[in-house]
Structures are given as structure tokens and as C-alpha cells.
């Protein structure tokens, strides 16, 4: 359905936020996971048609969406890091203008805009100047825009910054019902958001792609090189500075780490089966392991 | 404490003077500076003693283009420096600060001062230019420094330090922050400015009275029996007669007048320190952007638990036709949130009703056209200001969404002029009505175009500001609303065509629109890029053509560099709008300074004119050409020794690299990287054609006369050839346009100007052909050196 070529992002300076990247989106739902700087908002921007990559191609069901973007536009939901609103309109407002500004007609913006109120909790609140909202409530404003046309695409950065736990289950159940019958590009650095959702997911870690395939695929990588282990405080700092620490705990028997190594990095550590989290700092650690080619 | 707070306005100073909008109000100050020396010929003039002006000497010049920049800049300064602390407010550096152990006082001192630095810089630009331009005019080539400055520093400075301060306290208090505190400053100036000028002004007021007094004693002295004497003007106006001269060599200021001037400063102080007593150093509740990130604010009596999740939408949304809708959203966002404005509307619509017709059309409609200007500038900077962008640069159909925009502000107009509108109906003025319909269309499209372009309101307010003004005033080439009640032209057989005088502001209506209508797509096709091409050369070629025709139509010498003012901009806002129309945006323009890291290519574009200078003299002498005299370098400015008035223009050549940074923004930076693209030879060969072509019609009109015009033309060409061999070398190797406006500026202030003076005898055709030869060398090293594969940096 969207395919990103070998697409590269170069900024002034010759600074590459996005270095060689190829993703090819179906239906289902694809987590971009990796740190801040990674280039996931410029990848996902490219993918958006908001911003034209430096190199490489983007298609949408074959046609070239860099030289004629509408045809993916039209299709898009798009749910971007960051971005203001209209403050003196209120919610039902100002989705009602972007559903003219998609096109729709004004029965159906109507009914779909109360649909989408009530979808993101914001019933109650919709007759009131979006000046007013907390952040997480502009979050749900961003997440109601981004499924105004139905869209066939579905592209968000970072959706869930400022939602409380709730609401967060909430939009990943939304995202997995979505998911079904789109494509669905899901850009975080909150491992958990994509754990129980995402059919595919990509590592991504200074412009390039460290990691891609399902989730089973990435956990089988990295199996055998997980370990936990209790030791003393003073010994603690040690292993941490000679090995790569998931977590830390603190305990009544000492300090119990989480640790990736190829061997048992002491006598006593015990292999434990792994997660996501510690294929994400598998990755972003360690030159790039991609168990299904992602070219 | 004070080292701190000057460190604090330095930091917020360097983050001003990086921005691009610096560099543009940089060049304004310039040109500011030109238009306030006009030529010794000129009928325009800036300082009017009774019939006379003063001399062209450093005191006189200085003292005109100081009380000029104290005029203007007290007006325009007053936009330059708004949103300092709106600035902060938004980038969220003002919660950094507020949790400082700063008291607010220094807080407000720092941004006042951090003002005041950026006028400062303009009045240092402006210095500069005063000395350019007294050395250029050649009534008096002596330099005298104290009197060339002296009155930057006592008549421009306090004025401009209030206006820092009054700036900063209007943005401190809710009503003034915004168009409204724009607006208000725009009348309270007017009261100022005139006031200003009385004898007996609070401070001194603007500061001209003691100098004027001073002038008109020497005048006096000089002429017991000049007419007028009492008559003083400051401001540009048309003499019928050209003033006559007389001579001023400045003044002491007394003592009491450099009290009044330290008075003002210290008034200056006292406006910024004062709003510590109510500014709530930024905090959150003051309002900031709604941006999902951050607490926009509360919303008291909402449910705490949220409903469970009941499965994704099911409306279908069938798209279609939806303008109405999207006009309907355009107008909504205009008019929210302001409903102060419609009792406004409504006393407008009675008084319409009521005043008999020529009231309506000099009063009423005037005062209906300026009511919804903070609306107005809404349009093509809400989007911007609000952070809109984000999500609608993703969003279809943009072209929709600017139209209805732009038919938001057209709607807002028709409203607010309705009833003058039926008056004129009623009255069968037609040309009133079409003038009516020309302004409709001229205000949105004017605030669509300047808040697309600089993304803030405050431009189109400064600019229809003035321009209002003015047309309320009787000033009939910018009566774009028709109120000027003189005799009609007219009405021609069909009601519907506009009369002739109208037709320019309908034509200027649809070019702007157009321009804006059609938005920056975020991936321009080919068709966007061929699009912004024809935008580019119907700017720089139609609009400089008819600019230098059109100055030579009225009289002017195109060697005046005033008059070349006109054009010489015209291929850099080619290449602006047609960046904007062909959404191609301004990641490849070069316009980053990069002094540091090229340091070496600027000192190169510096210093390759003067050694091109010297090895074109040193070939003319050695072909054996005629009248080289290199001690004619003596007479370049007179008084001065020959090296140190090549020193002195080595030192004017960075001043004026704003100045041809306005045709290499066009040529070197727009127009060469999308002629054959990636072929450097075949793009440098187009572009210096093209070049050369575009300076054809100077040749016929008096600014530079070839014994033999095609022999003539064809040097002309070549030596446009070489030198753009070298400018793009320049530019590409470098990486930002500046270097190239550099070299230009050295070219035609250093190597064309010594390689003049030193072969004075020699007619335009030799002084063509000898430069070409050393150019044509360094450009061939130059190609030999790219074509090795040395890297490129891409701007």
C-alpha cells in the first residue's frame, strides 16, 4: 500500500536525519520504536507527504505520492509530534473545518465529528474554546482529526505523549481495530505502546534502521542473551560499566539487574526469555540485526 | 548586575540578528539611508529649510539621514522590536527566565535593552550609509566624523531607546499585546511625530528643533535675505523648483539639549522597568500557544473517569464538494473571539446611512477599511501563529483552503463597506464602485500575500497602516479605495469594466492572489517549478524593464544609485515569490551567513576584486592603452590619498553587499541550479546570458554608452559570462549566496571604479573589454579546480 525506497533526508549541513530507509506498509499495523534523534518524526513526515525526502522514492499503491502527493492525502490520517489549533474555536469546530478541509461533506462531518468526540472522550468538552484544553486533551483534538476521512493510511507520531493510562489503553485498542483493515505506522519510544499491538516492528537509531521484522523474529534475535541476576551494591557498578543493563532494582538481597550479553556475564546469572525492551536495546547498542530483510 | 543583564540582551540580541528578517531590516536601514540623501538635482527631498538645503558635507548629511532614521525608525522600529517577550513566551525560554533568581525589573531592563541593540544596529547601519552616500553625492568629499555621528548619537538614539522601551511596556499589558498595541502605536506616532517637531516638545521631543535653529542662523548668514526661512519640513516631499544650498557645519549642542536628550533616556528606563509592577513573568496563565505538549490551560467540571472504549467509528465520509463549508470555516476563524468588533460595524453602517455621500466616500468607508485590520491580518499568519500547519500541510487540496481564505477576507471587506457600497449604487457612481471592488479585492489580497510572507501580522499591519494613511490624506497613486473625491474619470460604455485608473490596483489585486492563492505544495512537480520560473522572470525582467524605463521617463539618470534602487531588488523578490508559489521553500537559497566556517570564501569575494583591479591596470599598461595614470587614484576622493581611498572603498563593499545580494539572491542562488540542472558549464552560460540580457536596455538608457552598441553588447556579455563563472564557483564552493553578493559589490564598487579612475580617458567599450581578460583567467582556473572533483557544499 505505502512503500518507502531507500529514502534519505539530508539538512543543512549535510546532517542526515533519515539515512537509506525501506518500509513497505500493508494492513496491519508497523511500530517504529527508537530513542530521540532517531529520525522517526522525519521519517514519518516523509511518509506524510509533509516533507520530500532528499533521495529515494515513496509510493502509494505504485504512484509516485513525492510528485503528486493529493492521491495519498486524500487517503492519509496523519497525527503529527507536534502542532497548535485554532484556540478561540472549540473542538466541534475546528474538526468541522478540517473535514471541509478534507473534503467531506457537511451531514456526514457532522455525524462523523460527534462520532469521533465521543471516540476520544471529548463529548462533555466540544462546545468549549480549544484554548482552554490541557495538552492531553489536544492530544485526543490530534487523534479525532486523524480519523476524520476514514483513512486507508494512518500515521502517528508519538499519539499517546500526555494521555493518562486510560486513555492510553483506549487508543491502542482503537489502533488494533484500525489496524485490521489499514495500514497503520505507529511512531513511539514507549516500548509497551507497540508490545501488544504492532504486527511488525522497526528499530530505528540515528536516521537508519537497526531492526525490522515481526515481533517473534526480533525476540528470537536476541534469545539466549538476556540474564538476570542479584548481586552485591559494590559489584553492581562493575557489571553495569562491562555489560548493557535493561533494569535495576533494588532489593533486600542486593541490587537485581537485568542484563544483554552473549554469555552469563557472572556464574549466577540465569537466562530469562526476552521482550521487546530488550530487543530495543539490543539494537540501538549494537551494529544493526535484521532477521527479515527489510530490502 | 548591569554585566549580567547586558550579557542577557546580548544572548536575546544574537538570537535576533541570526534570524533572516535581521538581514532584511538591515538592508532597509540602507536603503532608508539612500532615500534620505537624495540626488543634488532631485525634486524629492527628506530636509527643506525654507528654499534651501545644506551641502552635502559630513555634519549636514548626518543630520538629515539622523532626523530621517528618528523619524522612521520611532515608526517602523516600534514593529521591528515587538514580541520580544511574546518571542519568549512561545519558544518557552520565558519559564526558563521566570524561574531565575532575576527580578523582573532586570528581566524588563535586559529585553528593553536587547531592543534597543537591534535599532542600534540599524542606526549603525545607517551611519554608515550617511557616509556613503555624502562621499557618493561629491559636494563635499572631507570626512569629518564627530559631525557625520554626533547627531546619530544625540538626536536618533534617545528616540530610538524610548521607542525599545514603549515597545517592550505595550507588550506587557494584555489589550496592547498584540494588532491592537500595533495599531494604537501607529496614531500615538503620528501625535509624536508632529508634536515632536514644536519648539517647545516635552525632552526635546524628536530633537530637531535645535539643529533646524542652527541651520537657519548659518542660512541666515549666508543669505540675509532667504525667503521662508522660518519654513522647516522633515519627510519626503516634491519641490517643483530644486532647493537651493547653502552651507552647515554642524553645531554643539547646549547643554540644556543634551539634558533634554538624557531626560528621554532616562524616561526610556523608567517605561521598561516600570510594567515589573504588574508583568507576571510568563507565567503559564498569560497564554501561550495550545500546543497538545504543554498546559494550555483548565477546564473545570469534566468527568474524571473516562467511558469504555466502544470500537472505532462507523460514519461513512463520502468527500465531495465542501467550499461552502471550508468558507464558512475561513470566515468562523476571522471573526471568532472578537465581538468588540461588531458594534463597530454597526455605527459604521449607520453613519454610512446617514452622512451625505462625499462623507461616506472620505470618511466612512475609510474608517470601514481600517476597523477590520486585526482581522485582516489574520490572513495567511493564523495558520502559522496558531501551529495549524502540522496537521494541515498533510491535509488535500491546499489551493481550496488559501481561496477561502482569501474569500474570507474579501467577505469581510464587502461587509464592512456594504452600505457605502449601496450609497454609491444609489448614486450611480460607478467608478466609485469600481474603486469599491478594487479595494475589496487589494486589502485581503495585501494581507494574504504579507502574512504568507512573513507569517506574522505585524507587516501587514505596518505596511496598510501607512498606506491608509496616506490615501485618507489625498495622496491619489494610493488611493486604492476610490475616496480621493476629484473629478472622475469618465465611466466607460461597459459598467462592468473598471476605468482606467482603477486597472492597475485590480491587476496588482489579481498578482497577488494569484501569487498567494496558489500555495507551497510540500513536493513540487515539475509543472510547480516551471510555474515559479515564469513568476520569477516576469518579476525580474517585466517589473525591472519597465522600472528602469520608467525612471528614465521621469527625468532620472540611471547612474543615480537611488534610481537604480528601483530594480536593483526586483530579481531577489522574483526568486522570494517564486520560491513561495513553486513551494520549492528555501532550503537550497544559500541565505545562511556561514562566516565562520567559510571565512576563507568571504575573504576571497573580498579581496579578488581589488588583485583583479590591479592586474587589469597592470594588462592595460602592458598592451600599452592610453591614459593610465595610477595617481588619478589620488583624485578618487578628494583629500584623501590614493591608498587610503581604496582603503575607504574596501571598507564600503561589505556595507553594500545587502545591496547586490538583491539581483545574486535572483541570478546566482534561484535561476542557476534549475537551468541544466547538475551541468555547472551549460547553468553558468545560461544564467550569464540571461544575466546580460536583463542589463540590454541600460545600455539605451544612458547608464553606460558603447561607441559601437553591438560590439558594446557583445563585451558586455562576455564580461557578464566571466563573472557569473565566478560567482556561482563562489556560491557553490561556499555554500551561501553572501560571498557571491560580495564579490559582486567588490566587482562593480572596486574593480569597475579603480579600473574607471585609473583610465579615465578611456572610453566604455576598452573599459569593458580589459577587465574580461583576468576574469576569463581566474574563471578558467576556477572550472579546472570544480571540474577536479573538489566537494560542492549544497547550501
Known amino acids: 500500500m505505502l512503500e518507502l525506497i531507500d529514502v534519505s533526508k539530508v539538512h543543512s549541513g549535510s546532517k542526515r536525519s533519515v539515512d537509506g530507509i525501506t518500509l513497505r506498509l500493508g494492513t496491519g499495523l508497523l511500530g517504529l520504536l527508537g530513542p530521540n534523534g532517531a529520525g522517526k518524526s522525519s521519517l514519518m513526515r516523509i511518509a506524510a507527504t509533509v516533507t520530500r525526502p532528499t533521495s529515494g522514492r515513496v509510493l502509494f499503491d505504485g504512484m509516485d505520492a513525492v510528485a ?14 507536534d ?89 491502542r485498542n482503537l489502533l488494533s481495530e484500525l489496524a485490521a483493515d489499514r495500514a497503520v505506522l505507529l511512531s513511539t519510544h514507549i516500548v509497551s505502546d507497540v508490545a501488544s499491538v504492532a504486527s511488525h516492528i522497526a528499530v530505528l537509531a540515528g536516521g537508519r534502521m537497526l531492526a525490522h521484522g515481526t515481533a517473534e523474529e526480533l525476540l528470537r534475535a536476541v534469545a539466549g542473551q538476556v540474564w538476570e541476576t542479584t548481586v552485591p551494591p559494590e559489584h553492581a557498578a562493575a557489571l553495569q560499566a562491562r555489560h548493557l543493563v535493561g533494569r535495576t532494582a533494588r532489593t533486600g538481597a542486593g541490587v537485581r539487574l537485568r542484563l544483554l550479553a552473549p554469555a552469563p556475564p557472572v556464574p549466577e546469572a540465569q537466562a530469562v526469555s526476552p521482550d521487546l525492551e530488550d530487543v530495543y536495546l539490543a539494537a540501538v547498542n549494537q551494529p544493526a540485526v535484521d532477521p527479515a530483510a527489510a530490502r | ?64 539621514v539622523a532626523l530621517a532614521a528618528t523619524l522612521w525608525l520611532s515608526l517602523g522600529g516600534f514593529y521591528v522590536v515587538r514580541d520580544a517577550l511574546g518571542r519568549d513566551r512561545r519558544s518557552g525560554v520565558g519559564e526558563l527566565l521566570a524561574a531565575t533568581p532575576l527580578h523582573t525589573v532586570g528581566l524588563l531592563v535586559a529585553k528593553a535593552l536587547a531592543n534597543v541593540l537591534v535599532l542600534a544596529s540599524m542606526v549603525g547601519v545607517l551611519a554608515g550609509t550617511a557616509l ?43 489589550v496592547l499585546r498584540g494588532g491592537v498595541g500595533n495599531l494604537a502605536w501607529f496614531f500615538v506616532w503620528l501625535v509624536v511625530a508632529v508634536g515632536g517637531m514644536a519648539p517647545g516638545a516635552p525632552f526635546g521631543g524628536l530633537g530637531v528643533h535645535e539643529p533646524v535653529a542652527s541651520m537657519r542662523d548659518a542660512l541666515l548668514a549666508q543669505d540675509g535675505n532667504a525667503a521662508g526661512v522660518r519654513d522647516f519640513s522633515l519627510g519626503f516631499t516634491y519641490e517643483e523648483v530644486p532647493l537651493r544650498v547653502f552651507d552647515w557645519d554642524g553645531y554643539t549642542p547646549s547643554s540644556g539639549y543634551l539634558l533634554s536628550r538624557a531626560a528621554l533616556l532616562l524616561l526610556a528606563v523608567a517605561l521598561a522597568a516600570l510594567p515589573a509592577i504588574w508583568f507576571p513573568r510568563f507565567a503559564p496563565a498569560t497564554g501561550g500557544r495550545a500546543r497538545p505538549g504543554g498546559v494550555a490551560g483548565t477546564l473545570p467540571g469534566l468527568p474524571v473517569q473516562p467511558a469504555a472504549f466502544t470500537g472505532r467509528p462507523r460514519t461513512p465520509v463520502p468527500t465531495g464538494r465542501s467550499g461552502w463549508q471550508l468558507l464558512a470555516g475561513e470566515v468562523r476563524l476571522l471573526l471568532r473571539g472578537n465581538g468588540w468588533w461588531w458594534p463597530g460595524v454597526a455605527a459604521l453602517a449607520v453613519a454610512g446611512t446617514l452622512a451625505p455621500l462625499p462623507g461616506v466616500t472620505r470618511i466612512v468607508l475609510p474608517a470601514a477599511w481600517l476597523w477590520p485590520v486585526l482581522l485582516w491580518s489574520r490572513l495567511g499568519a493564523q495558520r502559522h501563529t496558531d501551529g495549524v500547519t502540522a496537521l494541515l ?32 449604487l444609489l448614486a450611480a457612481d460607478l467608478p466609485g464602485v469600481a474603486a469599491w471592488c478594487a479595494g475589496a479585492l487589494f486589502v485581503p489580497s495585501l494581507a494574504l500575500a504579507l502574512g504568507t510572507l512573513s507569517r506574522t501580522g505585524r507587516l501587514f499591519q505596518a505596511v496598510y497602516l501607512p498606506l491608509w494613511y496616506a490615501t485618507v490624506n489625498g495622496l491619489p497613486l494610493l488611493d486604492f479605495m476610490g475616496s480621493d473625491d476629484g473629478p472622475r474619470i469618465p465611466c466607460p460604455p461597459c459598467p462592468l469594466l473598471p476605468p482606467p485608473s482603477q486597472l492597475p490596483l485590480f491587476v496588482r489585486s489579481a498578482v497577488t492572489v494569484s501569487t498567494t492563492a496558489l500555495p507551497r505544495p510540500s513536493s513540487p512537480t515539475r509543472a510547480a517549478r516551471t510555474r515559479g520560473l515564469v513568476v520569477f522572470f516576469a518579476i525580474a525582467f517585466g517589473a525591472s524593464w519597465l522600472c528602469m524605463i520608467g525612471v528614465r521617463l521621469a527625468g532620472l539618470s540611471l547612474v543615480n544609485p537611488l534610481a537604480q534602487l528601483s530594480f536593483a531588488f526586483l530579481p531577489a523578490i522574483g526568486a522570494l515569490v517564486a520560491r513561495r508559489v513553486s513551494g520549492e521553500g528555501f532550503a537550497d537559497a544559500g541565505l545562511a551567513l556561514r562566516l565562520r566556517e567559510q571565512w576563507r570564501w568571504y575573504l576571497a569575494a573580498w579581496l579578488c576584486p581589488l588583485l583583479l583591479a590591479f592586474a587589469t591596470i597592470g594588462l592595460a599598461a602592458a598592451l600599452g592603452v592610453p591614459g ?20 575607504v572603498l574596501m571598507a564600503v563593499v561589505p556595507l553594500l553587499t545587502p545591496v547586490y545580494w538583491g539581483e545574486e539572491f535572483g541570478w546566482t542562488s534561484y535561476l542557476r541550479p534549475r537551468l541544466y540542472r547538475a551541468q ?19 545600455a539605451f538608457l544612458g547608464y553606460i554608452e558603447f561607441a559601437d552598441p553591438l560590439l558594446g553588447l557583445a563585451l558586455w556579455t562576455c564580461s557578464f559570462l566571466v563573472q557569473e563563472t565566478l560567482l556561482a564557483l563562489l556560491y557553490l564552493r561556499s555554500g551561501t549566496i553572501w560571498t557571491a553578493s560580495l564579490a559582486h559589490a567588490g566587482n562593480n564598487m572596486v574593480l569597475a571604479l579603480l579600473v574607471g579612475t585609473v583610465l579615465k580617458g578611456s572610453d566604455a567599450t576598452t573599459l569593458t573589454w580589459l577587465p574580461i581578460l583576468p576574469l576569463a583567467a581566474l574563471s578558467a582556473i576556477a572550472l579546472l579546480a570544480a571540474r577536479r572533483g573538489r566537494a560542492m557544499i549544497r547550501p
Do not use: K
Not at chain 1, 468541522?96 to 478534507?102: G, V
Not at chain 2, 564627530?146 to 511596556?169: E, G, K, N, Q, R
Open chain 2, 132 to 174: 556613503v552616500m555624502q562621499l557618493a553625492r561629491g559636494e563635499s568629499t572631507a570626512v569629518a566624523p564627530v559631525a557625520l555621528l554626533l547627531p546619530f548619537v544625540v538626536v536618533t538614539l534617545p528616540v530610538v531607546v524610548l521607542t525599545a522601551a514603549v515597545a517592550l511596556l505595550t507588550e506587557t499589558v494584555p
Open chain 2, 628 to 647: 593610465v595614470r595610477l595617481s588619478a587614484l589620488d583624485g578618487l576622493i578628494p583629500g584623501l590619498p590614493g591608498w587610503a581611498g581604496v582603503t
Open chain 2, 393 to 424: 500541510d498533510a491535509y488535500p487540496a491546499p489551493r481550496r483552503r488559501v481561496l477561502a481564505e482569501w474569500l474570507a477576507g474579501v467577505a469581510v471587506a464587502a461587509l464592512t463597506g456594504a452600505v457605502p457600497l449601496v450609497r454609491l
Open chain 2, 1 to 64: 548586575m548591569p554585566g549580567r543583564l547586558v550579557r542577557l540582551a546580548f544572548g536575546d540580541f544574537l538570537d535576533r540578528a541570526r534570524r533572516p528578517a535581521c538581514l532584511a531590516v538591515l538592508a532597509a536601514a540602507v536603503g532608508l539611508g539612500c532615500l534620505a540623501v537624495p540626488g543634488t538635482d532631485s525634486h524629492w527631498v527628506i530636509l527643506r529649510v525654507g528654499d534651501y538645503r545644506g551641502r552635502y558635507n559630513s555634519a549636514y548629511t548626518g543630520m538629515a
Open chain 1, 68 to 81: 503528486r502527493p493529493q492521491t495519498l492525502r486524500a487517503a492519509l490520517g496523519y497525527l503529527p509530534q
Open chain 2, 680 to 698: 555547472l558549464s551549460r547553468s553558468v552560460l545560461a544564467t550569464g546570458l540571461i544575466w546580460a540580457l536583463w542589463h540590454y536596455p541600460l
Open chain 1, 83 to 171: 502542532f497548535g489549533v485554532h484556540p478561540r474555536l472549540t473542538a466541534r469546530e475546528f474538526l468541522s473545518y478540517l473535514a471541509a478541509a478534507r473534503g467531506i461533506r457537511a451531514r456526514q462531518a457532522r455525524a462523523r465529528v460527534s462520532e469521533l468526540l465521543e471516540l476520544v472522550n471529548l463529548t462533555q468538552a466540544a462546545a468549549r474554546p480549544l484554548g482552554g484544553y490541557s495538552g492531553g486533551m489536544l492530544r485526543r483534538v490530534g487523534i479525532a482529526q486523524s480519523l476524520l476521512s476514514d483513512p486507508r493510511v494512518l500515521i502517528v507520531d508519538e499519539p499517546t505523549a500526555g494521555l493518562d493510562p486510560e486513555e492510553r489503553v483506549r487508543f
